[in-house]
């Protein structure tokens, strides 16, 4: 009847909590959410200046390589603050003593409290300040954990956010055009996907340093003439 205050057409067949899932995840991988991600390149300004990435293939062959050592290094942290939130800090701990290389100790804390403040004002006030250190991965393990995502969504959206990340950092240092990189980071969707399933079981016994290169490219990133990231 028109007027009611029943559900409109369509609606009784929507199961809220999923629908309402499905909108969180698409709000936390949105970049309109302040998380200072963007302000960090994982290296690849350093690799551009240093001549290691000058094209679309040397692109597309350090995102894969990223891509491989952040299921190793960082989704074991994202898991055991997911599974056991209650022991953060000692997670936490645990990945300042496991980072160090300094530039991308920095970025990890720099990462990490900022997650923590905007998704904690936008979605869940009242639970503080961040921690301290207040490393990316463990924080962004707990802070799903307080959401309500899953383990399969937790592992799949933090592989997403390092991929675009980069893949936005591409763009702005010049080395490929916006179209150009869409394109290598749908071509990159099916390793992604592959090394979320991979990692999902992955505890810190798995934690393992993969891509030697990369870190020393990281490292180098203070030493740079001119920067337009932090990392």
């Known amino acids: 009847m028109e007027g009611s205050a029943g559900p ?18 698409w709000q936390l991988v ?15 300004e350093a690799a551009r200046q240093f001549g290691a990435v000058t094209g679309g293939a040397e692109l597309a062959a350090f995102l894969e390589t990223s891509l491989r050592q952040t299921a190793r290094a960082a989704l074991p ?26 530039v991308a100790h920095r970025a990890s804390r720099l990462q990490g409290r900022a997650f923590w403040t905007a998704v904690g004002r936008a ?28 383990a399969a969504q937790t592992v799949r959206v933090f592989l997403f956010l390092h991929l675009r990340g980069l893949v936005s950092a591409s763009v ?16 990159l969707a099916p390793l992604a996907e592959s090394l979320a399933r991979d990692g ?18 990281q490292a180098a990133h203070d030493r740079l003439y001119s920067r337009l990231f932090q990392s």
């Open 30 to 44: 949105d970049s309109a959410l302040p998380t200072g991600g963007f302000a960090h390149s994982g290296g690849l």
């Open 8 to 25: 409109h057409r369509g609606e009784q067949g929507a199961p809220p909590a999923a629908g309402a899932s499905d909108w969180l995840l």
């Open 200 to 217: 999902a079981p992955f505890g810190l016994d798995d934690l393992a340093q993969t891509a030697p290169l990369l870190e020393i490219w």
């Open 172 to 187: 702005r240092l010049g080395i490929v055009g916006p179209l150009e990189a869409q394109s290598i980071q749908g071509r």
């Open 77 to 102: 942290y994202v898991n055991v603050a997911f599974r056991e939130p209650d022991r953060l800090a000692e997670w936490d701990a645990h990945c300042d003593t496991w980072l160090s290389n300094h």
């Open 123 to 150: 979605f869940l006030p009242g639970i503080g300040s961040a921690p301290e250190p207040g490393h990316l991965a463990p924080v962004f393990g707990w802070i799903a954990h307080r959401l309500g995502l899953s």
